[in-house]
């Protein structure tokens, strides 16, 4: 079964300090992963996937196949990066699988 | 605005009682999903539809359903509400049939007392 574990309900960080927002997935095939969004007050929306391998806001996450890992990361904490950060995985094509989210962090960034 | 919308914004209803939530998708968009958010949960997932179709199922109880009109709207209703129901309910919407870029609504928030 297709599962996406955030293990941190709730992370605090000083402005200026490193982030990393832990995303582990359980999937037997070649999943894409992804990272959503949801500022205050926002609509939840796409932050970056792994395939594009981008940065976007500071933010960069690398896919580790052995450690079944996406953690988000950003080397600097900024106050409005504080948010909730949802972890999602898009498995292989099989007409029944849309995207499947974690449960989320809620960042909060202190300055 | 052409992005997603959904109707109404908040809703407060008693136990045992059915309510619908409507949701439009953004323009040129046939797919729509529908989720639950809730503290314990998270982002669940509920069901989607393509272009009047329904397409895949999650965690939705038989109490909830949902249906997707020729306009490509969709509503979700949900009836013999508990107070557990009470939730924001996220719609969203997307070109393809099974889209990693999903456009989220603002979301209704129900709560059921």
């Given at each position: 079964a297709q599962r996406v574990t955030q293990p941190e309900k709730l992370l605090s960080v000083f402005k200026g300090a490193p982030v990393e927002l832990k995303c582990n997935y359980s999937y037997s095939g070649s999943p894409e992963l992804f990272w959503y969004v949801q500022y205050s007050r926002q609509r939840?929306?796409?932050?970056l996937r792994h395939i594009s391998r981008e940065s976007i806001k500071g933010f960069t996450a690398d896919l580790n196949k052995g450690e079944t890992s996406f953690h988000l990361k950003k080397p600097f904490a900024q106050e409005?990066?504080?948010a909730m950060y949802y972890c999602a995985l898009n498995g292989e094509y099989s007409g029944n699988t849309p995207l499947v989210f974690g449960k989320?962090?809620?960042?909060?960034?202190i300055a | 605005d052409s992005g997603v919308t959904q109707t109404p914004k908040h809703l407060?209803?008693?136990t045992g009682q059915r309510v619908?939530?409507?949701c439009s998708p953004r323009s040129g968009d046939l797919s729509v999903y529908w989720y639950q958010q809730s503290?314990?949960?998270?982002l669940q997932f509920?069901?989607?539809?393509?272009n009047g179709e329904e397409r895949a199922k999650g965690n939705?109880?038989?109490r909830f359903s949902a249906q997707q009109f020729p306009d490509l709207h969709s509503e979700l209703n949900l009836s013999s509400l508990e107070l557990g129901d009470s939730a924001l309910y996220f719609c969203a919407s997307s070109q393809r049939i099974n889209s990693y870029e999903q456009y989220f609504g603002p979301g209704t928030r129900l709560t059921v007392t």
């Open positions: 939840l929306q796409l932050l409005e990066d504080s989320g962090t809620r960042l909060s960034v | 407060i209803t008693a619908t939530l409507r503290l314990d949960q998270g509920l069901i989607q539809y393509y939705i109880l038989e």
